[in-house]
């Protein structure tokens, strides 16, 4: 049987138009404009292109002639979930009209009129910040909120600022991205098998968004882990990242272990639906500028996360499409492992 199905395929490189090279507009070809903007939020910008293609039960795909040039599949041999890509797509676009916090709208739009003097010419973003990255990820970043001056004025998460920097330079060195800089949305950055947001979506004042405004945003953070079927890593920035994170767990209906997990930098638990939980300070410049985060101690963390993810690819801990419901081993769900270099805490929003 032959199954017609919507796949997500890369022009070569050399075969790309020049429009396509600077900002993947083929899609306005088609006359799907809707789509090429749902793609570019996706974050994969540059010769990604909507089409139907002929594939099989096996899931092995034919080159095919999309805008009368061939095309090749972004896996051989892997059928891509269009569906979830595009419930991610209609996610991220309901974010970025979102004005449910009357505080947050003004702050984020104040800072957007007012602008930075060094980015005077630049239009800044001003709106919700939407996630980012590979929606197969098996890694989910959590942070806290976009920064003023970053993903407030780029229009992604973790870009323009100093606290992306560190990330960007660590998920490069360990494989989850393809270069080590973020510097605005058209730069060429894509994640692989990791996903980024935040537990609040727009820049909040003095970087302190309220309880409401976190209740607020919690059902995005929620139909993120929902709709992300393949993650088995999660590594939150901060304390706040963690305990948010917990919440979006129990309010799916996941089982918490008793006492509650403690937030401290380079902790992880094993929790009972099969998720591996890290946590890590936040890459602030208060943590990274007074010694708190060192670099090594910040590429520890994603170390660890591609070790538990090879683990479970080679080990067989979790079939690679299962829903994460089970415990993983014989690890009691919920037990703490540190990595050290760090310490544990219930206060502090590191």
Not at 53 to 74: D, I, S, T
Not at 248 to 274: M, N, T
Request: aromatic share 8%; proline share 5%.
């Amino acid at each position: 049987m032959r199954l017609w199905g919507t796949c997500i395929v890369r022009i070569p490189a050399d075969r790309r138009t020049d429009d396509e090279k600077s900002d993947g507009r083929a899609d306005e070809k088609a006359g799907d404009e809707s789509a090429r903007r749902r793609i570019l939020d996706w974050g994969t910008t540059v010769g990604y292109h909507k089409c139907l293609m002929n594939h099989h039960e096996k899931g092995h795909h034919a080159n095919r002639n999309v805008f009368g040039r061939q095309v090749e599949p972004l896996q051989r041999g892997i059928v891509i979930d269009f569906r979830s890509m595009r419930s991610l797509a209609v996610l991220n676009q309901s974010i970025t009209e979102c004005r449910k916090c009357p505080r947050l709208v003004d702050h984020r739009e104040a800072i957007a009129r007012m602008k930075r003097k060094q980015y005077r010419d630049w239009m800044y973003w001003g709106r919700p910040v939407p996630a980012f990255g590979d929606p197969s990820a098996r890694l989910f970043i959590i942070g806290l909120a976009p920064a003023a001056h970053g993903g407030n004025r780029t229009g992604r998460i973790f870009t323009g600022d100093r606290s992306g920097d560190w990330l960007y330079e660590a998920l490069h060195r360990y494989g989850f991205a393809n270069q080590p800089h973020s510097i605005h949305k058209d730069d060429g950055l894509a994640l692989k098998d990791c996903y980024i947001a935040a537990v609040v979506r727009c820049a909040p004042p003095d970087n302190k968004p309220t309880p409401d405004e976190f209740d607020c945003c919690r059902p995005y953070l929620i139909e993120e882990l929902r709709l992300l079927k393949k993650v088995r890593v999660i590594v939150t920035l901060g304390k706040i990242a963690f305990d948010q994170y917990l919440k979006a767990c129990r309010e799916l209906g996941h089982d918490l272990p008793s006492p509650a997990l403690r937030f401290g930098h380079g902790v992880i638990y094993r929790l009972s639906w099969g998720a591996t939980l890290i946590g890590s300070y936040h890459p602030s410049q208060q943590n990274t500028f007074t010694g708190k985060l060192t670099t090594s101690m910040f590429h520890g963390v994603f170390e660890r996360a591609r070790a538990v993810l090879s683990d479970a690819s080679e080990g067989g801990n979790v079939d690679e499409g299962a829903d994460l419901h089970t415990p993983r081993r014989s690890r009691p769900p919920g037990q703490r492992i540190n990595l050290g270099g760090g310490r544990s805490s219930r206060r502090g929003t590191s």
